[in-house]
């Protein structure tokens, strides 16, 4: 019965809140925000627990206030992602403005392939929406497979849609597809600021021990593509904002494992910079750092890709 409510209400939201003037699809956002930020459940006292770390001088009151915008920049992430499908190519094209795009275009026309990794801060499928868009390439991402079954088909139309192909994360089976996509030049997207499984990387994030995935410092190695971080976060407009960082590159020396190490701290670092720029934009309702998490299942978010 709770996942055919939760299939049944993110069916809804598809197929209404895209209906809306952009103008109510905001303001519903911001009041389904503000609710829920009041009733100060599980996901927003998470949400401020992490943003304790990244702004570890702010004061109570502050940590409330950056709750309160996060879980505004949260829905306004939702409300943009049920109405992307909707959107006019030109829409698209001028919803997202980033800075250093070249270090993406330049690699793209070096035909060597390239990996986007990206945290959770603002709307990764807008972004990604502007590349298919404004750039005509098309790329490849992976998504969790979700509960109903339903639930990620819908998830995956609505990526296909916005000219994504969409790959299953089941187990390692995914890896070889991707690599087989950036020998051939092309390019993929990654979420890439959180992993909790055994294969996770070992990370110093904002003064603490956290795990991220190996994958796109290891798809790097193996195939030769270029790696760059990405942040994305919202300025009070209705663009948002990004930035392309520079390349992280494979260390001469080493072993894989240490070469992969070394790749995903670099990462961590370009992610640490934009989170603690734009903090209210970081979308994290989960545990992250190894010091929070407790002996029970995994936390996952609906239709990320990872």
């Known amino acids: 019965m709770k996942d055919r409510l939760t299939d049944a209400l993110y069916g809804l939201g598809w197929s209404t809140v895209k209906k809306l003037p952009e103008p109510v699809a905001a303001r519903l956002g911001r009041t389904i925000a503000d609710t829920v930020?009041?009733?100060?459940?599980?996901?927003?006292?998470r949400l401020e627990s992490n943003l304790a770390r990244v702004v570890p001088d702010a004061s109570p009151q502050r940590l409330a206030e950056l709750?309160?915008?996060?879980?505004?920049?949260?829905?306004?992430?939702?409300?943009?992602s049920f109405r992307?499908?909707?959107?006019?190519?030109?829409?698209?094209?001028?919803?997202?403005?980033?800075?250093d795009v070249h270090h993406l275009t330049?690699?793209?026309?070096?035909?060597?392939?390239v990996i986007i990794a990206l945290p959770h801060l603002g709307n990764w499928d807008l972004a990604g929406a502007w590349v298919t868009t404004k750039l005509e390439t098309p790329f490849t991402t992976?998504?969790?497979?979700?509960?109903?079954?339903?639930?990620?088909?819908?998830?995956?139309?609505?990526?296909?849609?916005?000219?994504?192909?969409?790959?299953?994360?089941?187990?390692?089976s995914a890896f070889g597809t991707l690599a087989r996509r950036l020998r051939a030049g092309g390019l993929i997207c990654l979420v890439a600021d959180r992993d909790l499984s055994a294969s996770g990387v070992e990370v110093k994030f904002f003064g603490d021990t956290a795990r991220m995935?190996?994958?796109?410092?290891?798809?790097?190695?193996?195939?030769?593509?270029?790696?760059?971080?990405?942040?994305?976060?919202?300025?009070?407009?209705?663009?948002?904002?990004?930035?392309v960082h520079a390349p992280v590159d494979v260390p001469e020396t080493g072993t894989r494992t240490e070469k992969t190490s070394v790749m995903t701290q670099a990462l961590a670092d370009a992610f640490a910079t934009g989170i603690a720029d734009h903090p209210e934009d970081w979308h994290m309702l989960q545990r992250l750092w190894l010091d929070d998490l407790e002996p029970r299942p995994d936390e996952a978010r609906p239709g990320e890709p990872s």
Request: hydrophobic fraction near 40%.
């Open 37 to 45: 930020w009041k009733r100060r459940g599980k996901g927003v006292l």
């Open 67 to 80: 709750s309160k915008a996060g879980m505004r920049s949260y829905l306004r992430y939702w409300m943009e």
């Open 84 to 99: 992307l499908p909707s959107w006019s190519r030109e829409r698209i094209k001028g919803g997202f403005d980033v800075k």
């Open 106 to 113: 330049d690699g793209l026309a070096a035909g060597k392939g």
């Open 142 to 172: 992976v998504a969790e497979r979700l509960k109903p079954e339903t639930l990620y088909d819908r998830f995956v139309a609505y990526r296909e849609s916005l000219g994504m192909e969409v790959l299953p994360h089941t187990g390692g």
């Open 213 to 243: 995935p190996a994958g796109p410092a290891m798809l790097a190695q193996q195939t030769g593509a270029l790696l760059l971080p990405v942040t994305l976060w919202y300025d009070g407009t209705p663009v948002m904002k990004g930035r």
